[in-house]
């Protein structure tokens, strides 16, 4: 064979002891160059001078260990030279051509020409034989056995094959205890020393050297000393993948040259071998890697749910790897939550797997490197984070999983008893997986965030359709909290009204956790979070609510916190009214810029209702309010009564304004004292007659400002009278009643059973109640003392008739009087009373304009002065026409009061119930006063007489009717 493109180093420090070799090389037609060990030239190998021992030659290996070495000096130095790095030893007494092309054939890795045919004829009918066999135990002791028949001088044999860790395990063994070779596994140094790149002779001592204690004696169990062991290395694309160990019980020398072109022939024909196994198994592997890649890929285009997307790359990466355990970590604020997790046989139980990883594990995420942990019981604390200490087990291979631009889990393959590193194809399939499971868990989260935005949109809508109906403001606070709820994922949603009587935020529906318990609750100014909206006009966001000055802890907070959101409820002209606020407290959603935005257009369709609401209620009570007033007011006008009037008037408001209860004080020198009260009430109030009134108390308060007081919480009111505490008062509304400027009286609205919740159109209703009462109580006081101006300046004209007719003095009262009496056994109205008492006063007016002369004249009237006497009633009565105030039976009396029953009387002769019915009574009560009373003409008749008179005069003179009932009262009056 010709060695054209070979060059040789002869490297001695004495160039003449390697003139042999250069002589051989000749012949062979290989080229020569000299060179001192310490600077060789370049070339394909180097045969190193020995003959003063192998110190260079070990030397120069350590420097260049690529260097394939040829030993050249007395035999005796072999095994040094052999041990000190070269592949083949030539002695200047065995040096020829056929020694040299050896020595080059095993430099180079080649046979010699005629064993080269031989082996490679066997080597090719086993690599037809083995090339698809399963690479199982099987296939390496086939292999084995060749190698043993092949190799002149091997006895036995094992071989070592590199797993997937790096380390090497037998795999197969001839002459020894296979289940007890199992038990070893080398590290590449002790499978393969630095030293050995070529076939090398050791011995069983010299083999023990890169062992420890135990493995040596596994290994040692049964070898007898004299061992010779052929330490080939079996290479496929560059790398080491396995060992073959060939033994020889007995000389050293049994292995010879031959021996070793064999087993290097054989190591490479075996490397060549399972490169193209590996070659093969590996792009099968790919195959079916990309067809279960492929049918994954084509299966979460179809899938919607983020759960069962992780489920089925899970699956995948079950059934593409090694490991036996595979799970996914989603990121949730700042812990790992376990989403799902798979395992085989050989695999974690559920209970091993970790629910919740804590700690700073976002920035982990984010950096999005690879983790392998292939040996965590090799591991030290310092060696591995902290925050991923629960996630593994025995070894772990994860990658971080990204959704859009943000972190979303952790995808990871863990083995809770065996180490594993993942290999090349491994560790791509899991970042592969882990891409491709972000894109289908954003695309989902898109496609969520769509129909979400399409379904908050819609839910909007039909709120809008559903509000659009209702004008109950209690339905529209429950549509549109749960929509909010639904609509942003939302845990709790409330809604909260601004109440400007007490200042105070008043949460009027809450839907979600503690719904009954938040129900009213009333929040002062700074306190919570809703405030912050309301004042600003803004939205307000917390991520975590919890850490918030502000915030009002009015149930329980969860571990982590909340996310809380206000937006403000505006009315059409776009004022804040209130708030419409929601937390995450039960979940991990976080609160996005379309939450907001949604939640603000349905915050401002919902306020703009409820305003228009608002605005109708207020409208309806308004008109209902005075419809109220103009009822109260046409039911005062028949009432004079002051209490009376009162108590209408509170009655009313009571009723309007959804109070319990009523009552009235008068306060005198810091007293309050209770006149009366009505409604529902405690009995025990009754008891309490007196109140001491302190300085900041309401009635005080009212007494000092003439203005209302309404007090919706009275019980936690600062200024709370201990008594009205002590009665159980819920609600209280003070009015002042003013008379000149001065509040004369306090009436107070309550309520026991319940709180009533006034607004600002309730107090300026209640407000022009108490002014119209005020006004009536003072009206009605003017007219009576009217009434009573005009009744004395009518009785004042009365007497002064009867001081100018001496013969009629007293006449006028003892008229009203019985007049009065007969009146009310008649059972007359107020108004015709009052006109039987101005018409006593009048009756004889007239007589005014009679002449004295014949008014006193003492003798009998001329028929002429008869007729002039007789027209006084007709002057009387045109007298009373210039009287507008007196009312029209007042003046029939003045006129008709000489009319007889017969119609003979005067100035129109009417009769029977033509004479209107008070000049009738008036006529009896005139003549019974007349014929009783004493005249300058007659004495006064007695009782008796009269009444009998009366009698007779009965259907003739007066009325038979009214007759018969004056006659028995004035009897019955006798009998008293």
């Known amino acids: 064979m010709p060695y054209d493109h070979i060059q040789v180093a002869l490297l001695s420090d004495v160039p003449e002891r390697l003139r042999p070799c250069e002589a051989a090389l000749r012949e062979l037609q290989v080229t020569a160059l000299y060179g001192s060990p310490d600077d060789p030239p370049p070339g394909a190998l180097a045969f190193v001078d020995v ?504 149930g329980e907070v969860s571990e982590h916190g909340a996310n809380f959101l206000a937006v403000p409820l505006t009315d059409v002209d776009g004022r804040p009214i209130g708030v419409l606020a929601v937390d995450t407290e039960a979940s991990d959603h976080q609160f996005s810029q379309e939450d907001q935005a949604l939640l603000e257009a349905l915050a401002h369709a919902a306020g703009a209702k409820i305003h228009r609401l608002s605005m109708l209620d207020r409208s309806r009570l308004e008109a209902r309010a005075y419809r109220a007033l103009a009822e109260f007011g046409a039911a005062i006008e028949a009432e004079s009564d002051p209490d009376l009037l009162t108590e209408l008037g509170l009655g009313r408001l009571r009723e309007l304004l959804g109070f319990e209860m009523a009552a009235e004080y008068d306060v005198l020198s810091g007293t309050a004292t209770l006149r009366r009260c009505w409604g529902d009430y405690p009995q025990a109030m009754q008891n309490v007659r007196e109140i001491h009134t302190h300085d900041n108390g309401a009635i005080a308060t009212v007494l000092g400002s003439g203005e209302i007081m309404y007090i919706a919480h009275y019980d936690g009111w600062n200024g709370a009278h201990p008594i009205f505490r002590e009665l159980g008062l819920r609600s209280g509304l003070f009015l002042p009643l003013i008379r000149q400027g001065r509040v004369i009286r306090i009436c107070m609205l309550g309520s026991y059973h319940g709180e009533v919740h006034l607004e600002e159109v309730h107090l300026t209703i209640a407000r022009s109640f108490m002014r119209r009462l005020e006004h009536t109580l003072e009206r009605n006081e003017v007219l009576r003392e009217l009434r009573a101006a005009r009744e004395a300046a009518l009785r004042v004209l009365g007497l002064a008739l009867e001081y100018r007719d001496y013969e009629t003095q007293g006449h006028t009262d003892r008229v009203v009087a019985l007049c009065g009496r007969f009146g009310t056994a008649l059972g007359l109205g107020e108004e015709s009373q009052g006109a039987l008492k101005w018409g006593a006063y009048l009756h004889d007016i007239g007589k005014l304009a009679i002449p004295d002369r014949v008014l006193f004249k003492p003798g009998a009237l001329t028929a002429e002065e008869q007729e002039l006497m007789r027209r006084h009633a007709q002057i009387g009565w045109e007298m009373c026409q210039d009287i507008p105030f007196l009312p029209d039976m007042t003046r029939d009396i003045v006129r008709w009061h000489h009319e007889r029953w017969d119609g003979s009387g005067y100035p129109d002769g009417l009769s029977g119930e033509g004479i209107p019915l008070v000049a009738r009574i008036f006529s009896l009560v005139d003549v019974y006063d007349a014929l009783t009373s004493e005249r300058p003409y007659k004495p006064p008749w007695s009782a008796h007489q009269s009444l009998n008179y009366i009698e007779a005069q009965s259907g003739i003179q007066f009325d038979p009717e009214l007759s018969r009932q004056f006659v028995q009262l004035l009897r019955a009056e006798e009998l008293l």
């Open 51 to 554: 003959h003063g021992g192998s110190a260079a030659l070990a030397a120069l290996h350590r420097r260049r260990p690529e260097l394939p070495l040829v030993s050249f000096g007395p035999a005796s130095e072999a095994l040094y030279a052999l041990r000190s790095g070269a592949v083949q030893h030539l002695s200047p007494d065995t040096l020829d051509p056929a020694s040299l092309d050896e020595a080059l054939r095993v430099a180079l890795g080649l046979p010699r020409l005629e064993e080269g045919s031989r082996l490679l004829r066997a080597l090719s009918e086993l690599g037809e034989a083995l090339l698809h066999q399963e690479a199982d135990d099987s296939f390496y002791q086939r292999l084995l056995a060749r190698a043993v028949a092949l190799v002149p001088g091997a006895q036995a044999g094992s071989l070592l094959v590199r797993a997937a860790d790096g380390c090497f395990d037998f795999r197969a063994s001839l002459g020894y205890d296979f289940e007890r070779l199992r038990q070893v596994r080398f590290t590449p140094e002790q499978a393969l020393p630095q030293a050995l790149r070529a076939p090398r002779l050791l011995n069983y001592r010299q083999f023990n050297v890169w062992l420890d204690p135990e493995t040596s004696e596994l290994l040692g169990h049964g070898r007898p000393e004299t061992q010779v062991t052929l330490v080939t290395p079996v290479q496929a694309g560059g790398e080491t993948v396995a060992v073959l160990n060939l033994d020889r019980f007995g000389s050293a020398q049994a292995f010879g040259s031959g021996s070793l072109r064999a087993a290097a022939a054989f190591a490479t024909q075996v490397g060549l071998l399972l490169q193209r196994r590996r070659l093969e198994d590996e792009l099968e592997r790919r195959r079916h890697h990309d067809a279960h890649l492929n049918a994954l890929l084509v299966t979460l285009e179809t899938l919607h749910d983020p759960h069962e997307i992780i489920t089925r790359a899970l699956e995948t990466l079950l059934a593409l790897t090694r490991y036996p355990s595979v799970s996914y970590y989603r990121l949730e604020t700042a812990a790992l939550h376990l989403e799902a997790a798979l395992q085989r046989e050989g695999g974690a139980a559920p209970q091993e797997f970790a629910s919740r990883i804590a700690g700073n594990l976002r920035e982990l995420l984010a950096a999005g490197q690879p983790i392998i942990v292939p040996d965590a019981v090799a591991l030290t604390e310092q060696d591995l984070r902290p925050e991923l200490r629960p996630l593994v087990m025995r070894s772990m291979a994860a990658v971080p999983v990204r959704s859009g631009s943000a972190p979303h889990g952790l995808l990871v393959a863990s083995s809770p008893h065996e180490a594993l590193a993942p290999d090349t194809l491994e560790l791509k399939l899991l970042e592969y997986l882990a891409g491709r499971l972000g894109n289908a868990l954003e695309r989902v989260r898109v496609q969520q965030n769509l129909e979400r935005r399409v379904r908050r949109l819609s839910m909007i809508s039909e709120v809008g359709e559903l509000m659009r109906p209702l004008f109950d403001v209690q339905s529209i606070y429950q549509a549109i909290t749960d929509c909010a709820r639904q609509a942003a994922q939302a845990s709790n949603a409330s809604v909260l009204l601004y109440q400007p009587q007490d200042d105070t935020l008043q949460v009027m529906y809450c839907a979600g956790r503690d719904a009954a318990h938040l129900q009213g609750v009333r929040l002062r100014r700074n306190e919570g979070l809703s405030w912050l909206a309301l004042e600003s006009g803004q939205s307000f966001f917390a991520h975590n609510a919890a850490l918030e000055p502000r915030v009002v802890n009015l």
